[in-house]
């Protein structure tokens, strides 16, 4: 692992208790965030495609952004929640280069930072349990710039919290890029740098120094996908990030991401999502936010 911890710029977004009598039942959920939750007492269950994840207490639970899930809960269940925002400083978070664990060993001191990060961070506590109520564009500009305004020594406590129990996670983590050939390898890195530019396949394997249908295979065989492929759902996770953290046109957000074609930005956009980027701010935008702590202030 060649990260650097300079590299890590995590944000809390949204930190609290939560109690739930069985009606901790979310479908479909997908944020451009990631979640962190300690159980304290009870037990609940999240889907994350085929797979059941029980929860239960003592333990630390990750779930990366843009994750689809759903949450089970028949019982009584408590547990603390947070949610992370990785401020990017290059063209991709940290995060998303490696695949961790679902659930760790928990700590006492992990239960004691929790409550810490609660206690400095009362503003950001839930209003209601149900997604729909914070994870929309309003909302998470106005955490956002919240975190922005905060006392320096109050933001300095909180990046070292969320760093201290990420690292329960990175010790156990692996990139998710593993590849064995390290042309494909630089490939990789040099793509996730240049996610504002033009990628192409021709110019790619140049740089490997291979032919393109040579290219073509082996970062297939390494990756699991072709270099267009890849390319595509990078630049689209990032619009989707820009989408509902930004308030940047789409034609901005196309160029952010290397299109200068705005209609063919529109079209790539919808093959993945199915919807046009104007149409995933506006289901964004209608979700029916609480009013933001920032206007309250």
């Known amino acids: ?56 207490p003592n333990h630390l639970y990750f779930i990366p952004a843009f994750t689809e899930h759903n949450y089970v809960c028949q019982a009584s269940f408590s547990h603390y929640y947070v949610h992370i925002y990785e401020d990017q400083q290059r063209s991709v978070g940290i995060l998303d280069d490696y695949t961790f664990p679902f659930e760790v060993d928990a700590s006492v001191i992990d239960l004691e930072l929790i409550k810490r990060l609660c206690d400095i961070n009362p503003f950001l506590k839930l209003p209601a349990s149900n997604p729909l109520s914070y994870d929309n564009h309003p909302t998470l500009i106005s955490n956002i710039r919240l975190n922005q305004l905060r006392p320096f020594h109050d933001k300095m406590e909180s990046r070292g919290i969320l760093l201290i129990l990420m690292s329960r996670f990175f010790k156990q983590a692996v990139s998710k890029e593993e590849v064995k050939d390290n042309r494909i390898h630089h490939t990789l890195s040099y793509i996730r740098k240049h996610l504002d530019s033009h990628l192409d396949v021709n110019m790619l394997a140049d740089q490997a120094c291979m032919s393109k249908d040579h290219f073509i295979r082996v970062f297939k065989k390494e990756t699991g996908e072709t270099p267009n492929a890849y390319i595509t759902k990078r630049k689209m996770e990032k619009a989707e990030l820009a989408l509902v953290t930004s308030d940047l046109s789409i034609k901005s957000i196309a160029q952010l991401i290397g299109y200068s074609d705005y209609s063919y930005f529109n079209r790539v956009f919808k093959q993945n999502s199915g919807i046009t980027p104007l149409q995933y701010r506006e289901k964004a935008l209608s979700l029916h936010p609480e009013k933001s702590l920032l206007e309250k202030k």
Request: charged share 15%; hydrophobic share 40%.
């Open 1 to 56: 692992m060649n990260t650097s911890v300079d590299q890590l710029h995590f944000l809390t977004l949204n930190v609290g208790f939560a109690q739930h009598n069985g009606d901790w039942n979310w479908k479909n959920v997908r944020s451009p965030f990631a979640r962190l939750y300690y159980v304290t007492e009870g037990e609940a269950q999240i889907v994350i495609g085929s797979d059941y994840h029980t929860l239960t």
